[in-house]
């Protein structure tokens, strides 16, 4: 017998009875981006290579590390994306979407990283993420974050997550401060973990964000990224404080939160949350001013953010807050030969006459006990036996209700329409 294939690790796929979770929580996210007028954007899986090595950077762990990356037969190198944030702002520069424009864009999709695979973080995972172009002031900041907020209300999570704040301030306020935290790690580097030891050189500021006790320890008499701000990002971080203060969203000032990737500047945030373990951060995001110019376009303001949907799926999960799903209202069962011949017309009528009803015609041959065992087992409220002159309409849940049998099928929707 042939081997079985199996998917490829860290790649899941999302089962029959997970996708009703999905599709919840994804039309929560739609709904929740309309009513703040983002737009959605749709871009490719699959980008040039040059795209993520000049956005990212290429001494980032994601480029070094864990890209998926090769040579197609015309010998170009492309990547599956690892981040959405890039792919937009290419598509923007791309049709002319950003220079001296306001956009507010949203996207959804699956994004690709080679990472150890554990709980809620995936080699292939999806991620929502929205993104404001054209914006530069801290009201644009502070919009952003209150979309993210109003998702965790929309969820019903809002006291299971917490907003962190801190300003990366200007690139050359931020590169005094690389440079005075790389001397002062140096003279500790004995004292530091191995990967921190390692980025002392590359990417000095994500060893702020170091898991490691002993770097943690050595860390607290480091000097501070607000000491080294420049005036125009404290305003710029003041003002979005006030704005989230008079909407009332609570935060907390982590001045040892960073982002892994060097497009940012400015304002960084993340929610995190207690709920999951170790994997602790269910939104990231802020401002990154540079990156359209980066990437060939005249400069332009841009913030933003993304989340992990497998993640917010996982603690929508935990606090029992995922609706439950019927995927059959009606099962529809006939009882003789000639009502056999009709029921897919039947079948076909009821979902006409009534909209959005779910209806599962049985198919097979089967006694009518293993039927109705069968529409049973489908979670159907209803069942429906069709008749060659009349209808018997069955409750399936409500054992109480009496079973009504109707002469038309205008009648069976009349009851299905006042019970539902």
């Not at 069955?394 to 539902?420: C, F, G, M, P, Y």
Request: hydrophobic content about 40%; overall charge negative; charged content about 25%.
């Amino acid at each position: 017998m042939a081997k079985t294939i199996q998917a490829i690790r860290g790649m899941n796929d999302i089962l029959p009875d997970q996708s009703p979770a999905w599709q919840y929580v994804e039309g929560v996210l739609r709904e929740v981006a309309a009513a703040y007028t983002y737009q959605e954007i749709r871009m490719p899986m699959l980008e040039s290579t040059d795209l993520f090595k000049r956005s990212i950077g290429e001494v980032t762990d994601i480029v070094e590390k864990e890209m998926y990356t090769f040579d197609d037969r015309n010998g170009d190198s492309l990547t599956l994306r690892p981040e959405g944030t890039a792919s937009c702002v290419r598509a923007g520069n791309e049709h002319g979407l950003l220079y001296n424009q306001i956009q507010r864009l949203w996207y959804m999709g699956p994004m690709f990283r080679h990472e150890r695979p554990q709980k809620g973080r995936y080699r292939q995972f999806h991620q929502f993420g929205v993104e404001a172009f054209g914006m530069e002031g801290p009201d644009s900041d502070a919009e952003v974050i209150l979309l993210s907020a109003r998702l965790w209300q929309a969820f019903g999570i809002s006291e299971q997550v917490e907003l962190q704040l801190n300003s990366l301030a200007s690139n050359e306020a931020r590169a005094r401060y690389r440079d005075a935290l790389r001397e002062f790690l140096r003279a500790h580097e004995s004292e530091l973990d191995e990967d921190s030891k390692r980025r002392l050189d590359t990417n000095v500021l994500r060893v702020l964000d170091s898991k490691s006790p002993e770097t943690q320890a050595v860390l607290a008499n480091a000097p501070k990224l607000s000491e080294y701000w420049d005036d125009a990002s404290r305003e710029h971080f003041e003002g979005l404080c006030k704005r989230l203060d008079a909407a009332g969203v609570k935060y907390v000032l982590n001045e040892r939160l960073v982002r892994g990737l060097d497009y940012y500047n400015r304002t960084v945030f993340e929610w995190v949350t207690t709920e999951l373990g170790a994997q602790g951060t269910v939104c990231a995001g802020g401002r990154y001013d540079g990156l359209v110019e980066q990437l060939g376009g005249k400069a332009t303001p841009a913030v933003g953010f993304a989340m992990g949907i497998e993640r917010l799926v996982l603690l929508l999960a935990s606090q029992n807050k995922i609706p439950a799903h019927n995927a059959v209202d009606v099962y529809a069962i006939a009882l003789t030969e000639a009502a056999e011949l009709n029921a897919p017309a039947v079948a076909e009528k009821l979902r006409s006459q009534s909209q959005g009803l779910k209806v599962q015609l049985h198919c097979g041959q089967q006694n009518m006990k293993k039927k109705l065992a069968r529409a049973d087992k489908s979670g159907a409220e209803f069942a429906l036996i069709i008749r060659d002159n009349d209808f018997e309409l069955k409750h399936l849940r409500d054992r109480e209700q009496e079973d009504v049998i109707a002469s038309s099928l205008d009648a069976v929707v009349a009851h299905l329409t006042q019970n539902s």
